[in-house]
């Protein structure tokens, strides 16, 4: 089954980065699955969401915009042009910058804020993220005066 990303690439636009969420988001799910899985194998439930929502997360930096898709049955999608974005921010917890996970905030022209939680490395993210820009504002052709 092709994945989302690859089903939406447009002419010339290909994958410079591809990223993953992060398992510690997760651990609240994993851990209440283990807790209650001799209680009539009511943690595989858990055990279940939580491989769904680390399987159905996909995340994306082309050389035209940045992508993100979460859910199975239920979508959501972000898909940002890159000249239109203005800002990406990272946040991370404490924990988060322990074990290298956080979320990503993009906010660009159109749209307030674009949130992305659970990365796992969001620094490497947001770096793929900038050098895509640069690229694609290095290769455009300068707006006439």
Avoid: C
Wanted: charged share 15%.
């Amino acid at each position: 089954m092709p994945s989302y990303i690859d089903s939406v690439l447009i002419d010339d636009e290909h994958v410079l980065y591809v990223g993953h969420i992060s398992l510690w988001p997760l651990t609240h799910l994993i851990g209440v699955g283990l807790v209650l899985l001799p209680v009539f194998g009511v943690g595989l439930l858990f055990w279940l969401t939580a491989f769904i929502r680390y399987k159905t997360t996909e995340l994306a930096v082309t050389n035209k915009r940045m992508i993100a898709k979460f859910g199975f049955i239920s979508r959501r999608t972000v898909e940002l042009n890159i000249h239109k974005v203005e800002g990406v921010e990272v946040l991370q917890s404490v924990l988060g910058r322990i074990f290298n996970f956080g979320s990503l905030v993009i906010s660009g022209t159109g749209v307030q804020q674009a949130p992305i939680p659970g990365i796992s490395d969001p620094l490497a993210f947001r770096r793929a993220f900038m050098r895509a820009q640069d690229q694609a504002y290095s290769f455009s052709p300068s707006p006439k005066p």
